[in-house]
């Protein structure tokens, strides 16, 4: 009953934007701390943003500060990842997840509950 689906995803070219969604059923997002983690070809998974149920903390992996947003429509159970000025090393396999805590750091192993993925390519 518990899912988490990603949709947003495509081909963009360096520069552009992109912004990528994730629909939460069988559970209420407000009660989660939430990120969003990336996986390229041949690297680990790694946290890009993250934000805290507790007091909404927010953070951002250095390689995107600036160009990505976090953020969470809580009307419609859904968090979203804001992509700007996309480069070609963002391309990777993008993942919601969730996690039941007030506070969480933006590693993997830290949370409970993952989406299937969607594939963002940024080349020219």
């Known amino acids: 009953q518990l899912q988490l689906v990603e949709s947003g995803g495509g081909l963009v070219q360096p520069g552009g934007s992109l912004r990528l969604s994730c629909a939460a059923s069988?559970?209420?997002?407000?009660?989660?701390?939430i990120g969003w983690f990336r996986q390229a070809p041949g690297k680990e998974r790694e946290g890009v943003s993250c934000i805290s149920r507790g007091d909404g903390t927010t953070y951002y992996a250095d390689s995107v500060k600036g160009r990505f947003t976090i953020s969470r429509t809580n009307a419609k159970n859904t968090m979203y990842l804001q992509m700007n000025s996309l480069k070609p090393e963002d391309t990777a396999v993008y993942y919601c997840?969730?996690?039941?805590?007030?506070?969480?750091?933006?590693?993997?192993?830290?949370?409970?509950?993952w989406g299937q993925g969607t594939q963002v390519t940024v080349s020219s």
């Open positions: 997840a969730a996690v039941p805590t007030l506070r969480a750091m933006c590693e993997t192993h830290e949370y409970d509950y």
């Open positions: 069988g559970f209420t997002l407000a009660y989660y701390t």
